[in-house]
C-alpha cells in the first residue's frame, strides 16, 4: 500500500536551533497536513497544504508543499523547549477517491534547554 | 478545538471479552475515523465513516466492527478482545467534501488487554 517516508525519525537539539523535517510519497498527493503529538494526547493539526509550491507560516512553524507533488517539509524557527513532541506529515494521494490520510512514522524532536 | 470526545479514556479489559469504545463529535462533520497508534507503526486506519450508516474498512479491519446511527456517533467494537489489540485508539472527523480533507483528533483511549 501506499506509503510516506519521513526523516528524520528523531532530532535533539539545542533550545535556540532551527529545525527541519521532511516527508516523501512514493505517488502525487493533493493534500498534505502537518500534525503535532505531546504525550497523552492526539495529534493537533499545525499546518495544511492543498497547491503545489504553497509556503504556509503558522507562527515559527513554516511548511512547503513540494513542487513535484510527491514531498512537504517542515520548519521550525528558534526552537523553544514547548516544541518537543512527535511531528507527523500525512498526505492525501490524488489516487483516493475516499477521504482517508496516509501517515508518516513521525519525528520526535526534543530540545535541550 | 474541534469537539470530539472519546469515552473511555482508559480501559483495561480480559482476552476474550467484548469491548466497545465510543467517539462523539458536536461539528456535525461528515467524515468519521478509527485508528490505532502502536510504538513502531505511527497511525494505522482501521474503519471509517462516510456517512450514517456508512462504514468501510481501513488497514487493520480485522478483529473490529464499526457503527455509525447517528452522525455525531461513531462506535469501535472489539467483538473479542486479544493482547495483540492493546493500542492507543484515536478517532478523529473530517468536514470531507468541499470542506476539505483536514482530519481533527480527539484526545484518545489507552486499551490493554490482559
Known amino acids: 500500500g501506499q506509503q510516506l517516508n519521513q526523516s528524520p525519525q528523531s532530532m535533539f537539539i539545542q533550545e535556540g536551533e532551527d529545525v527541519s523535517m521532511n516527508c516523501t510519497s512514493s505517488?502525487?498527493?493533493?493534500?498534505w497536513l502537518w500534525y503535532k503529538q505531546e504525550p497523552g494526547e492526539g495529534p493537533v493539526l499545525l499546518i495544511a497544504?492543498?497547491?503545489?509550491?504553497e509556503l504556509t507560516s503558522n507562527g515559527r512553524l513554516t511548511a512547503q508543499f513540494g513542487i513535484t507533488r510527491k514531498d512537504s517539509f517542515l520548519n521550525i524557527s528558534a526552537s523553544i523547549p514547548s516544541d518537543v513532541g512527535i511531528y507527523f506529515c500525512?498526505?492525501?494521494?490524488?489516487?483516493?477517491?475516499?477521504?482517508?490520510?496516509?501517515f508518516g512514522s513521525g519525528t520526535r524532536l526534543l530540545v535541550r534547554p | 478545538d474541534a469537539g470530539i470526545t472519546q469515552s473511555p479514556r482508559h480501559k483495561v479489559t480480559e482476552t476474550g471479552t467484548p469491548v466497545t469504545l465510543r467517539c462523539h463529535q458536536t461539528e456535525n462533520h461528515r467524515y468519521m475515523y478509527w485508528y490505532r497508534q502502536d510504538p513502531g507503526h505511527g497511525l494505522r486506519l482501521i474503519h471509517y465513516s462516510y456517512g450514517v450508516k456508512d462504514t468501510d474498512k481501513g488497514e487493520v479491519s480485522d478483529g473490529y466492527s464499526v457503527s455509525r446511527s447517528k452522525t455525531e456517533d461513531f462506535l469501535l467494537t472489539l467483538e473479542s478482545a486479544t493482547s495483540s489489540q492493546t493500542s492507543v485508539y484515536f478517532c478523529?472527523?473530517?468536514?470531507?467534501?468541499?470542506?476539505?480533507?483536514?482530519?481533527?483528533f480527539g484526545p484518545g483511549t489507552r486499551l490493554t488487554v490482559l
Open positions: 478523529a472527523i473530517s468536514p470531507g467534501t468541499g470542506g476539505g480533507n483536514e482530519q481533527f
Open positions: 505517488s502525487i498527493f493533493n493534500t
Open positions: 497544504l492543498y497547491k503545489a509550491g
Open positions: 500525512a498526505g492525501r494521494s490524488i489516487m483516493d477517491s475516499s477521504y482517508k490520510l496516509i
